[in-house]
């Protein structure tokens, strides 16, 4: 009887990892291509995976197949692209030079550019662009927790992935909309840099009204800049890109009330970018506010809440100091200060 296709993770980190991992707990055929330190930690440790539902999965090191050889690449029936933003010409190189043709390829990554420049180097591959909703915080020694919900979504093609790619505690749904989706993801990951300069875990700063004005005016600018350029942006829960500002603006009571499933997530949650600069590893802060402010310059419309972000993250980036912790009075008085 056949094992199901066999599922490589291309460029394994938190998230390829976490999709991974429970692919080969439920006893999918899964490589995961990784760098040593993450080959190393699962190597000695093993593969710990858990949410902030109580879900908890452990895979030993014997359970986990691991390599840094893209000639893995080769073997896959289908392929997850994990890799960050800037890493994905590099891996499309690698996937050209080593995968059979016609393996379906699948980006599982933030930003908006990926998928066309997976399309630039595999010309007529099934590819698909592809949405990850949910945070994974690394927690070190092979262990991975994810700390808000959501189902993966990928985009529709001529085969179906969504069995392969379907296990108990990962469900995969095919869209039909992805881009649109993939640009209100966008618009949620902009809010991702406020949260590592606030040095706060999310759902305390998503109680704290001045932290969710900074936010609503972050969000309502590049919203703008994206409606400006013609630009569809959809999110996955019922309300419209357009009203989150408004939603984010409301009295804490109200707020929490009425925004209950965004705050659903682990107390200690941070965003990825948090993660990153905790991490003193360099963000994706270019693939989201640089987006913005390129895209803003393009269309004649000023972005002072971008360009703010952009020179503070540069600063705390630069500094390598880990999270900097700055009051929302600090982020206000530079936006001011920009503007001069």
Not at 217 to 239: C, S, Y
Not at 254 to 279: G, K, N, S, V, W
Request: a neutral charge; glycine letters at 10%; aromatic letters at 4%.
């Amino acid at each position: 009887m056949s094992a199901g296709p066999r599922i490589v993770v291309a460029g394994a980190g938190a998230v390829g990892c976490f999709i991974g991992g429970l692919l080969a707990a439920a006893g999918k055929r899964v490589t995961l291509l990784a760098r040593p330190r993450i080959q190393a930690e699962i190597r000695t440790h093993g593969l710990t995976l858990t949410d902030f539902g109580g879900m908890a999965a452990y895979l030993s090191p014997d359970d986990v197949t691991l390599t840094g050889d893209p000639a893995c690449l080769r073997h896959a029936d289908i392929l997850l692209v994990t890799v960050r933003s800037r890493d994905t010409a590099a891996m499309a190189a690698q996937i050209a030079q080593h995968a059979a043709p016609g393996t379906p390829v699948v980006s599982l990554q933030d930003g908006v550019d990926n998928r066309a420049l997976l399309a630039d180097a595999l010309p007529g591959v099934d590819l698909r662009a592809g949405l990850v909703p949910f945070d994974i915080m690394p927690l070190g020694q092979g262990g991975y927790h994810r700390a808000s919900g959501g189902d993966l979504l990928i985009e529709r093609g001529p085969i179906d992935l969504i069995d392969p790619l379907s296990v108990p505690g990962l469900t995969t749904v095919a869209r039909g909309d992805i881009e649109a989706l993939q640009w209100g993801k966008f618009l949620s990951d902009q809010l991702s840099a406020l949260n590592a300069l606030s040095g706060l875990p999310l759902r305390r700063q998503l109680c704290d009204r001045d932290w969710r004005r900074l936010m609503a005016d972050q969000w309502a600018e590049a919203h703008a800049v994206l409606r400006a350029g013609g630009i569809e942006a959809k999110l996955t829960t019922p309300l419209p890109p357009r009203l989150m500002p408004m939603g984010l603006r409301m009295p804490t009571p109200l707020f929490t009330r009425l925004a209950a499933r965004m705050l659903e997530i682990d107390p200690q949650a941070h965003r990825p970018m948090a993660q990153d600069l905790a991490a003193r590893r360099p963000t994706e802060i270019d693939a989201l506010q640089g987006e913005v402010q390129r895209m803003g310059q393009a269309l004649g419309r000023a972005t002072p809440v971008t360009d703010m972000v952009l020179r503070v993250m540069g600063w705390a980036e630069l500094a390598g100091e880990g999270l900097p912790h700055l009051p929302v009075t600090a982020l206000r008085a530079e936006i001011a200060a920009g503007q001069r």
